[in-house]
């Protein structure tokens, strides 16, 4: 079945730092791909996506190109703030349609100033 | 200004008593999701409806109910609660296609003493 799979966290980061969150999944053809981001104490909500193989998601300086040869979705950033200090979930819709949506585990990042 | 409105944002109810998490929307939205959000996990779906059509996830357990009376809300009813169901509710809504984006609320918190 569909599944997705994120490093596991957490990641402790300098303020400046790079970022880099990975994440693989299996899917039946070329599904569209999301990054969600949760503050503490909020719900989630859309980092990035893309929709089809190839396609780079960009967003507050957060980057990831769709690769479906190796089947990922890493997210990087050039230069982290403490304020990306949050837990990033990886998505992907289950097949049957409406949007349902399966999430990775969930990475979470701390940066320091 | 929000979108997709959660109340109460805490909820306390005691073992086996009822309780009832509400959710609405101002996005005019035609799919409405409910999810549990244990603590340092992924949200789990439990169930969608495409407007009045209601939708179980296989292994969401019968003690959880819904409803959408409207399109603007949909309530989650737990009818027992135990000290497992302790966990973020989220709420989320989208158009339904899966390019499309998921609007979460801010959570109720549950707790059961």
Redesign the interface.
Known sequence: GDSVTQMEGPVTLSEEAFLTINCTYTATGY??L?W?VQYP??????LL?A?KADDKGSNKGFEATYRKETTSFHLEKGSVQVSDSAVY?CAL?LSG??????????T?LAVHP | DAMVIQNPRYQVTQFGKPVTLSCSQTLNHNVMYWYQQKSSQAPKLLFHYYDKDFNNEADTPDNFQSRRPNTSFCFLDIRSPGLGDAAMYLCATSRGGDTDTQYFGPGTRLTVL
């Open positions: 599904p569209s999301f969600y104490g909020e719900g989630l909500q859309l996506k929709t979930f819709p349609g409406y949007n349902k949506l399966i999430f990775g585990a969930g979470r």
